[in-house]
């Protein structure tokens, strides 16, 4: 089934550009996303990625997917302090045939003013 | 449009007893999903419902975890007896289909077992 790695923690100044990176194991995943979770709160979907795509940009978040080494990577230009949260990324698993979202530890962003 | 709503937001209770959470998801909704996330990790999926039938439920363990979706809409997660180990946020999602390509989450209930 699917893995998903990421680094634990990211601190940026405000205004600095923001990159958080995460690998994957199974290259079957259709889809690839980026979640935000503010404390206290669900998660949120910020974004996701085809597996055909190389690049999405929407607004301030860009993703960058590399299937040939499973990296994939959320770059947010202009880091906001309202951008403070923990980003998960996650991958989809078919071994249960309806694709089941597979979490990574998440990466805590804190932006310094 | 309203979101996933679950209950209670909060519930502390010793081990051994019994729990029980709720949710509803957005309506029109097919797919339901309970998942665990322990503090410092990600989610894991507990278990899968389309309409009212379980799709997946390999990680849910079942000596002591339950969960029902009668009716399609709302469900309702369970674990009798609590133990420590099972203090985590539980959170509830749900998405129009199985293609995952958006799952809105709802803000989850904080379980503390003593």
């Known amino acids: 089934g699917e893995d998903v790695e990421q680094s634990l923690f990211l601190s940026v100044r405000e205004g600095d550009s923001s990159v958080i990176n995460c690998t994957y194991t199974?290259?079957?995943?259709?889809?690839l996303y980026w979640y935000k979770q503010e404390p206290g709160a669900g998660l949120q979907l910020l974004t996701y990625?085809?597996?055909?795509?190389d690049m999405k940009q929407d607004q301030r978040l860009t993703v960058l997917l590399n299937k040939k080494d499973k990296h994939l990577s959320l770059r947010i230009a202009d880091t906001q302090t309202g951008d403070s949260a923990i980003y998960f990324c996650?991958?989809?698993?078919?071994?249960?045939?309806?694709?089941?979202?597979?979490f990574g530890k998440g990466t805590k962003l804190s932006v310094k003013p | 449009e309203a979101g996933v709503a679950q209950s209670p937001r909060y519930k502390i209770i010793e081990k051994r007893q019994s729990v029980a959470f709720w949710c509803n998801p957005i309506s029109g909704h097919a797919t339901l999903y309970w998942y665990q996330q322990i503090l410092g990790q990600g989610p894991k999926l507990l278990i899968q419902?389309?309409?009212?039938?379980?799709?997946?439920d390999s990680q849910l363990p079942k000596d002591r975890f339950s969960a029902e979706r009668l009716k399609g809409v709302d469900s309702t997660l369970k674990i009798q007896p609590a133990k420590l180990e099972d203090s985590a946020v539980y959170l509830c999602?749900?998405?129009?289909?199985?293609?995952?390509?958006?799952?809105?989450f709802g803000q989850g209930t904080r379980l503390t077992v003593v």
């Open positions: 419902f389309q309409n009212n039938g379980v799709v997946d």
């Open positions: 199974d290259s079957s995943s259709t889809y």
């Open positions: 999602a749900s998405s129009l289909g199985t293609a995952n390509t958006e799952a809105f």
């Open positions: 996650a991958g989809t698993d078919y071994g249960g045939s309806q694709g089941n979202l597979i």
């Open positions: 990625i085809f597996s055909n795509m």
